[in-house]
């Protein structure tokens, strides 16, 4: 045990910076998706992620004059890294996994240019019903390799997930990704 008032001192220092440290791995942003003042879910930002909201726009397809309305989205990336992307949003009268499909071919070449679907299976995603599509394709002009996730919200919603990977992205950047759907939580 250290002797006197400095010892002390610096003990309780060591402690208190230790249980701080332990505090500050574990810390999260949450973050809430609301539309018309009602919250449809909430998902967590990892450490060292940015968050961006964007509201309803329209966005026209390489090789197209037609403009598709995109939703509100919520996009998380990496501060110090690029090649990762991971984004949801929920579009109005979009209630089931067919109609989200549906709205994903209409926005598809917007965001994945070329994608071709790799496998697709049933998942739970915070206690609720999904359907996961994985891909690959091109953005930007380079390869990379997505992640649909549809997610049955209660009230007739589903909320739509993308995350985007460049070949070449930092692999470790997977367990983030996976933070982020470990997080989410269906308002209720």
Partial sequence: MPKGIFGRLRATGLVLATALSATVAKADMPVTYVEDNRALFHVNAPDFW????GG????????SDEARLINRVIGFEPV???????????PNGVSTFEGA???LRNIGQSIVEDPI???SKPTRIGGLAAQKYAGHGRRGGKSVNFTAV???LP??????????????ANA???GDVNAIYDSFRAAR
């Fill in 172 to 174: 470790e950047l997977i």
């Fill in 80 to 90: 110090s890294e690029k090649g990762v992307w991971v984004g949801f949003m929920s």
């Fill in 56 to 63: 309803p726009r329209a966005i026209t397809p390489p090789g």
């Fill in 101 to 103: 499909v549906e709205y």
């Fill in 155 to 168: 009230g007739n919603r589903v909320a739509i997930s993308l995350a985007i990977s460049e070949a070449g």
């Fill in 50 to 53: 940015q968050v961006r909201a």
């Fill in 150 to 152: 549809l997610i049955d």
């Fill in 117 to 119: 679907l790799d496998n």
